[in-house]
């Protein structure tokens, strides 16, 4: 069972709304206004909370085909939205949208949970890993490891929040360092649901890049 903090009163509703609130704030200054680099600053915390609530939605679904089947469908929505506001094409195969590296990491975990020795774990975390490579997926091999990271230690959450926050480290830039703060709001996740609005959070993704995309043309 997950350890319980005293300070915990985040869910996971309120954890998506500030994952999705700093993506937002990253992709628009992205696309719209590149010289502002505390935008992206404050964007990086967004991907390691979604790597976290992958994790937490992979133990709390009933059915983790229809999840992954979600993740899929909306990897394939987003691609062009993607495509789009970040390289000004309908479709191009450089780089692939999050969805694609959130979709390889869950089933990674669904293969770890099938797979207990630890020799035949590190063949799956490396062939994922690698996978993200291959398809050059956003935030590749690392956002894999991230994922690999918070399945680990889902039983600790202290555990879980400190890898997670040295994770933001492992680049060379100094703009992902930013995202060791996600570990303040994940620190105060109280293991509850809360408010279901499921399909917003998938739809929103393509949704605010088709945006961003009109207004940078107009």
């Known amino acids: 069972m997950n350890q319980r903090w005293n300070i915990q009163c985040l869910d996971s509703f309120q ?13 628009t200054g992205a696309v719209l206004y590149p010289s502002q ?14 790597c976290f609530l992958i994790v937490e939605g992979f133990f709390h679904t009933h059915d983790v ?11 394939l929505i987003s691609e062009i939205p993607y495509d789009l506001a970040f390289r000004g094409v309908p479709l191009e195969y ?3 949208n999050v969805f694609f590296t959130l979709l390889i990491g869950i089933g990674m975990v669904v293969l770890l949970e099938r797979n207990r020795e630890w020799p035949v ?8 890993m690698w996978l993200a490579v291959l398809i050059r997926s ?10 690999f990271v918070f399945y680990i230690f889902h039983e600790s959450r202290w555990l879980a929040v400190t890898a997670g926050g040295f994770w933001n ?7 992902q360092k930013y995202g060791v703060l996600s570990v303040l709001p994940l620190a105060l996740y109280n293991g509850e649901r809360g408010r279901k609005m499921k399909y917003f959070f998938y739809i929103f993704y393509p949704a605010h890049l088709l945006l961003l995309y009109g207004i940078s043309r107009f």
């Open 15 to 27: 954890l998506k709304c500030i994952a999705i609130v700093s993506m937002a704030l990253d992709h």
């Open 37 to 50: 680099i505390w935008l992206r600053c404050l964007g990086r915390i967004a991907f390691p909370i979604f």
């Open 65 to 75: 085909r229809r999840y992954m089947g979600r993740l899929g469908v909306f990897a």
């Open 94 to 96: 450089a780089h692939q």
């Open 121 to 128: 774990k590190a063949v799956i975390l490396l062939l994922a």
């Open 138 to 147: 956003d935030y590749n091999f690392r956002g894999v490891l991230l994922i």
């Open 169 to 175: 480290f492992l680049y060379q830039g100094v703009i």
